[in-house]
């Protein structure tokens, strides 16, 4: 069965860190670029970012609210893709997903990882 | 970064009705759109892709049609599983981005 698994969700204070991780099945991983996608509590979806494959260069993309402070990374080897999220913010609240991108629509979702930033 | 504008932002419908969703993108994107559906506390799930290739397994009565700036997502008959928030999302450009969602509930 093709699936996406995240973890790491929590809370957090502003400012803090946290590292989301998703460890895919079910498919061959290194192959697909992929990305995470987030949405606040009862609001829309928005993309954070992208990444590439190793034919690709694991190069990466951002939307511009989270440049500088977030990383997405990918380790092919354990089927895993990572988000670091530095200098959360209260407005980084959201439910993160895990998207595989085939090649451009993402069509395999994770079941999401809530992350709340609070003091 | 396109702004995708759906309409209406919801609306009731009834079983059996013929509906239609647009999305509107403020510049031209080709065909490079997709459509999801969503269930509250679920994941996304992908419908339709380059605006017209329904993903597999999802049924037939769904479609998709339009280019450059103009789509549509019609479900020709809607059944009691279709009541959910569907979301267009422009993959031409960096970032990639998404409607505000419309919510189709039972009138």
């Known amino acids: 069965e093709v699936q996406l698994v995240e973890s790491g969700g929590g809370l957090v204070q502003p400012g803090g860190s946290l590292r989301l991780s998703c460890a895919a099945s079910g498919f061959i991983f290194s192959d697909h670029y992929m990305d995470w996608v987030r949405q606040a509590p009862g609001k829309g979806l928005e993309w954070v970012g992208r990444?590439?494959?190793?034919?690709?260069?694991?190069?990466?993309e951002y939307v511009e609210s989270v440049k500088g402070r977030f990383t997405i990374s990918r380790d092919d080897s354990k089927n895993s893709l990572y988000l670091q999220m530095n200098s959360l913010k209260t407005e980084d609240t959201a439910v993160y997903f895990c998207?595989?991108?085939?090649?451009?629509?993402?069509?395999?979702w994770g079941q999401g990882t809530m992350v709340t930033v609070s003091s | 970064a396109i702004r995708m504008t759906q309409s209406p932002s919801s609306f009731s419908a009834s079983t059996g009705d013929r509906v239609t969703i647009t999305c509107r993108a403020s510049q031209g994107i080709s065909n490079y759109l997709a459509w999801y559906q969503q269930k509250p506390g679920k994941a996304p799930k992908l419908l339709i892709y380059?605006?017209?290739t329904l993903q597999s397994g999802v049924p037939s009565r769904f479609s998709g049609s339009g280019s450059g700036t103009d789509f549509t997502l019609t479900i020709s008959y809607l059944q009691s599983e279709d009541f959910a928030t569907y979301y267009c999302?422009?993959?031409?450009?960096?970032?990639?981005?998404f409607g505000q969602g419309t919510k189709v509930e039972i009138k």
């Open positions: 999302q422009q993959y031409s450009t960096y970032p990639r981005t």
């Open positions: 380059v605006a017209s």
């Open positions: 990444i590439r494959n190793k034919g690709n260069s694991y190069t990466t």
């Open positions: 998207v595989r991108s085939s090649p451009n629509a993402f069509d395999i």
